[in-house]
Nanobody
């Protein structure tokens, strides 16, 4: 079973950028579809972006053109590059790893977009 540790969250002004990282321990990172989800206060957790084992990408409409998900299989790490951040992007961001047999979540990292 893999373990996920997110980093890179923090306070950023509207229009700014931030890059989140998710380090994955354990074997077979390259066999997992990786994703980023977020949960804003009082709202349900929602999909932000996913990247499959072969590099296929999917994004929520609300972040298309602003966020980019990527993975480095040699470093067992998945990234979320966030640009043109808005106040409504404020949330706890969670890393997710899943395959046919299991699904694992990280502990989350808080992103606050505020002036």
């Amino acid at each position: 079973q893999v373990q996920l540790v997110e980093s890179g969250g923090g306070l950023v002004q509207p229009g700014g950028s931030l890059r989140l990282s998710c380090a994955v321990s354990g074997s077979s990172f390259n066999l997992y579809t990786m994703g980023w989800y977020r949960q804003a206060p009082g709202k349900q957790r929602e999909l932000v972006a996913t990247i499959t084992t072969i590099g296929s990408l999917d994004y929520a409409d609300s972040v298309k053109g602003r966020f980019t998900i990527s993975r480095n299989n040699a470093k067992n790490t998945v990234y979320l590059q966030m640009s043109s951040l808005k106040s409504e992007d404020t949330a706890v961001y969670y890393c997710n790893a899943r395959n046919r047999l299991s699904e694992v979540w990280g502990q989350g990292t808080l992103v606050t977009v505020s002036s």
